[in-house]
């Protein structure tokens, strides 16, 4: 977890406007907000990136482990009941907070993920079909989930990885200033290694929607230096 305050406190000093009155509050949320995603959906580029490395490099393997380190944290499970019908199973509703589906368990097995050619290539397979010991599920659009064969009952369990909380920095105004309230904050879910990340993240976004090329700037190229050297 990163202390959202701290980000905040260090954002206002590097923008150079201690007063608050450069960045306000709610702006600075709607920024943070953007940067934790933009930092968490990173992740799941760079383990692509890092698992396409050939042979066996150690820095590779190492950053893997780094990466899947930081994710763990927001991986769950969620039992979830089914019929005998063919109809699909709404997971982006049943779970609000749906990022991306990890896998899919019926009973002790573990479904296989298809896509619709195979599922069709399979289905008239004697061979090769969906049977209740060798479940597999599809993903279509908006998270609508397909189980084969379709006589599949009792519940599944969907391991998934969740989307981070929302950050806020929250706040009163009192004398027409707003004043810190931990009371009604929410902090960065992200690994505490990405606070300096989170400061940069947000004065690019800050520089964008203020046309402030300098501030811009200033995000930017820490935030490009963090990046090469998390990559050597």
């Known amino acids: 977890m990163v202390e959202i305050n ?53 820095s590779g393997s190492d950053m893997l482990d780094y990466l ?7 991986k769950e499970e ?18 609000s907070d749906l990022y991306k589906i990890d896998s899919v368990i019926y009973s002790i097995y573990t479904c296989e993920q298809v896509n619709s050619n195979q599922i069709r290539n399979m289905l008239s397979s004697k061979l090769c079909r969906p049977t209740s010991y060798n479940p597999m599920y599809e993903i279509k659009r908006s998270n ?8 599949l009952q009792e519940r599944i369990t969907v391991n998934y990885i969740r989307k981070p909380a929302s950050p806020e920095w929250g706040y009163n105004v009192i004398n027409d200033e707003a004043q810190y309230d931990s009371s009604v904050t929410t902090d960065f879910e992200l690994h505490p290694s990405e606070e300096t990340k989170l400061v940069f ?32």
């Open 68 to 74: 899947e380190e930081k994710i763990d944290y927001f």
């Open 6 to 58: 701290t980000v905040y406190q260090q954002v206002l000093v590097l923008a150079n406007k201690e007063q608050r009155g450069y960045i306000t509050p709610l702006e600075f949320n709607l920024f943070a907000e953007q940067a934790q995603l933009d930092i968490f959906e990173q992740y799941f580029y760079d383990i692509n990136q890092f698992g396409r490395l050939p042979g066996n490099s150690t």
């Open 201 to 232: 993240k947000i004065l690019q976004l800050a520089g964008v929607a203020m046309k402030d090329n300098n501030l811009y700037q200033i995000g930017s190229t820490e935030d490009n230096k963090n990046i090469q050297q998390e990559k050597r």
């Open 78 to 95: 969620r039992n979830i009941n089914i019929n005998n019908t063919n109809e699909f199973y709404n997971v982006g509703a049943a779970i």
């Open 144 to 151: 609508r989930l397909f189980l084969y064969p379709s006589s």
